[in-house]
């Protein structure tokens, strides 16, 4: 089994609300169908609207990811998945990944949502670590201390292994991290000071 980790670019004029519900319904039903084993998805919608942070070095901010498992990443199954994925958006990047998960997400039910939000990052190795020397940096050392200073209840971590669409954007890795939807716009909460100052400017520091 190989997962395979998209990003989509939401269509300019549809709105938030109406894309989510194509991605978490007829899109995720049609990816089954076409062979996905599973089919995860990340999608911005109104309960994410507020958050009091959000970051993006593209034009553009990627409002959704999605990941499934398939039997192979190559093949007929694959390309049709990846050309349903790039229907659905105007810009669409998919890779290959290997999955790590420090901390497990709690199980829901097909269909339904998880609890509080997800924090999804792209990340890029910098040019003066060579491979061995970031991953050991990140899944060694760093991802702990996230879990440790945050109020984090599933961490999800990719390796991407290679780029499957054409003009993909360099990308070495990609986490999902759980927090609570209180922490949207509460640092308190996100860092899991219990509302202390002084531990808040630990923990960010």
Same mark, same amino acid.
């Given at each position: ?15 938030? %609300? /109406? ?8 899109? /995720? ?9 599973? $089919? ?33 990443? #190559?093949?007929? /199954?694959?390309?049709? $998945?990846?050309? %349903? ?34 924090? $999804? ?11 061995? %020397?970031?991953? /050991?940096?990140?899944?060694?050392? *760093? #991802? ?31 986490? %999902? ?10 640092? *308190? ?17």
């Amino acid at each position: 089994m190989e997962k395979v980790v998209a990003v989509l670019w939401r269509p300019e004029g549809t709105p938030m %609300e /109406a894309w989510a519900e194509v991605l978490l319904g007829p899109l /995720a039903a049609r990816l089954g169908d076409l062979g996905a084993a599973g $089919v995860q998805v990340n999608v911005a919608d109104g309960a994410v609207a507020g958050a009091a942070v959000r970051f993006s070095t593209f034009e553009r901010p990627i409002e959704a990811v999605v990941a499934v498992w398939l039997p192979t990443a #190559t093949g007929s /199954a694959a390309d049709a $998945v990846l050309a %349903e994925l790039g229907v659905a958006a105007e810009r669409m990047a998919a890779y290959l990944v290997t999955e790590s998960v420090p901390l497990a997400p709690p199980p829901v039910g097909p269909g339904e949502r998880t609890p509080g939000f997800a924090n $999804v990052a792209l990340l890029r190795r910098p040019a003066h670590l060579d491979r061995d %020397e970031w991953l /050991a940096r990140w899944q060694g050392d *760093h #991802t702990q201390v996230a879990i440790d200073t945050q109020s984090t209840f599933g961490y999800v971590q990719h390796v991407v292994v290679r780029p499957l669409t054409p003009g993909a954007p360099v990308v070495d890795g990609i986490v %999902e991290e759980l927090f609570p939807i209180e922490a949207l716009h509460d640092f *308190h909460v996100f860092f899991d000071t219990g509302g202390s100052d002084d531990e808040l400017g630990r923990r960010m520091a």
